[in-house]
């Protein structure tokens, strides 16, 4: 019998499987609310695990990990609000769907396709663990620079209109990332008040480029209340059929987030948005996408969760956290004395098997507690606009604070919030400005990095541009160019051949 | 067994809830009277975070402080927003308080005299409780087996020996300042953007030839590298037989050592200070709980009374001021 079956046990003990609830309850919640990402719920919850046994304390850790990924698509799609930087792509279509009643739908969707990743991912981790984290260890500074350049890629996918301004929107978002403080080179840039010293940190950049905006909006659309969208019903059944009739979205979704998770650096917050563009550049209908496509928001949600799992296996096995929020699990891990490395499984194997199984679990009860919790969360956007504004706004602010607890970081939400609302007036969009900031600092951090090393060894032309895995990466980056233009191209016909017909 | 134990806490915590609002009343000028903060200037999960956790938790006894710790972290700038924050805007009254990394922010002082507001003359050391020295690391199937290896290899060919480290004026980065000066040879510091975690993996997977590293972490980790050298006076009880680099010929003293511990901003009362640093060393020191988790976690704990604090910041005071000349902004 395979290991993890034989401890799967532990995980329905009375105590322990009341903990997992609890954990996966409060982690959708937790997911939900802007600001509050995963890597916070976590760190919030680890004083907790304290006075537990080593197993339990995991599984409160493992359960809560999964299910706030997960109830990050909640805000992401409802409020078009993403919950954590993993959430973006999610409220291209996702959102789309509610302003057209289908918002039951969305969530739905979103829940079952976050499962099918969340346990893929899971049973990679468990099965191929060893061999995926030598694979992952070969990931130089040069590997990782290349990674963020086919994540800038992406963005000629996301901005709907007018590729230019997407790619000024990305740009602009890489130049907000330099500010503050520089620890490679050790200066600070573009800190000319005290507020900028800390950097721009990605959450109240988040929030602010897409909550403010939002809610500028909502208020002037309705300043004496009304809301403006239905929700329709839909069934269960009909939502389980949609997913399985779209294996290729499921597959792309999966295998990306599975790498994208296992590259460690890469943090995994932009596999999302790689899937997002992937399943688009596939699909037969690629001009749906950004109106309302159901796969385009299944692709994004399989993907963000099918990362959690790999994501793992470096601190795992290597004791190296490949993300802040493993990070954040390697302090739980080491207050009950449990060190991860090589021999974690033989000289642990009750706990790590425990802490695996119980991830594989929670991503069931997820997806169960989520659809029960599906027509409820729906309602919210029935609200009256001003009060959903105000409430977003307060959710806003706290979770930009919480994050840092700074002050300057609210004034940062703040002000880049009212600049996103006047750029978006001009046709340029808040994802590829976020990709920006998100690929920024990994292109140009592992670009000085991977620079001083290879300026001591071979040079830097050969550093960068040779090597299989630079040269496969280069390949990728060359394809998805192309596969842009083919569609681009595609999609120009289409319209000349429409106004010929009219 | 374990509903045992939370129910426990949970009471316990309700007690002392319960004594914070009536304290007051009853001794409104005995210190301390509320929870005591102390701020964090990395962010939470981090080694500073969750040391600082563990050897706070047991403040709330009478024997110690009679009041709980709460954490508060201020992540940001390698340290610089948290201490700066700290020194401007916390009340000198005893209820704010802060973890000092040294070298870190003694470092910065030095080398930002524009940005940073911090220095030992604004801040008052309450009592240290942890040293993580910093160690030499190579890959596993590297071929030098000892730092005067190492130091003959960059002697050969200058200037390509990488050694990477956590980033630019922290303990790793003052480790090679020392390492290359007292060896004279030629070589590259390689500061990993992500932090000493980042490092580590690096030196695993081959992508840089050396690096300096947290012991704490390189210890965990022994299995996929080498640890050829500490930088510290004296050899480790977690590495036994890794020799120093004094040993080796390599006059490298414990400047670079990784010193954790509690301080208050300067202005704080004399009375209150010294209350504080005669109880935390005693609650540093809770055999039972403290000292514990930190072995379990694989932290190395190491007490010092505030006296012995002071001498050691002034002492790396002015050994960095001459280090860092010509390095700084």
Redesign the interface.
Known sequence: MPEFLHYMGNVFVPFNFLVLILGTAGGLIMGALPGLSPTMAVALLIPFTFHMSPASGLILLGSVYTATVAGGAVSAILLRIPGAPANIATTFDGHRMVQQGRAAQALQLSFLSSGIGGVLGVLVLIFFTPVLAKWALGFGPSHLFWTAVLGVTVIASLASGSVVKGLAAGCMGMWISSIGYDGVQGVHRFAFTSHLDGGIHIIPALVGLFAVPQVIDMLARSPGGGSVAAVLRHSLWQALRQVARAPRTLGIGSVVGVIIGLVPGAGGQIAGLVAYDQSRKFSRTPHTYGKGEPEGLIAAETANNAMVGPSLVPLLTLSIPGSPTAAVLLGGLLIHGIFPGPDLFESHPEVSWTFIDAMLVGQVLMVALGLALCRLAARVILLPENYLAAAVIVLAVFGTYSVQHSYSDVLIMAVLGAGMWVLEKYGFGAGPLVLGIVLGPIAEENFVYGRTIAQAGDGVLPYFFGGALNIALMSLIVLSIVGSVILEMKARRRERGREAAS | ???M??LR?ILAATIAAALAVVAPLATAAEYPDRPIGVTVAY?????T??QA??VT?MSAQEDYLGQPIYI???????G??GW??FVTRAKPDGYELAAYNVPHFIAQSI??PD?VKYNIDNLEPIANWGADPAVLIVPNDSPFDSAADLVEYARGNP????VNGA???VGHHIAFLQFAKATGAEM?Y??????G??A???V??G??KAGFNNLS?AF??Q??LKVLAVADLERHEFLPDVPTLREQGIDVDDSSVNFRGIMAPAGTPPEIVAFLAERVPEMFNNKRRVAK?MK????PLRVLGRDEVAAMWRERQTYLTDLLAGLT?
Do not use: W, Y
């Open positions: 067994m374990n509903c134990l939370i806490s962010g939470a999960g981090g080694a975070d969750f956790r563990i938790m508060v972290n201020k992540p940001g700038a390698g610089q927003r700066n924050d080398a930002f940005k200037g390509k020996l990488t980033g630019k004026f590259t390689v500061p990993h953007p992500k932090g975690a980042g580590l993996k690096d695993m997977g992508q840089v972490d965990r980790s299995a996929n988790k379990d976690g694989g932290s902004e």
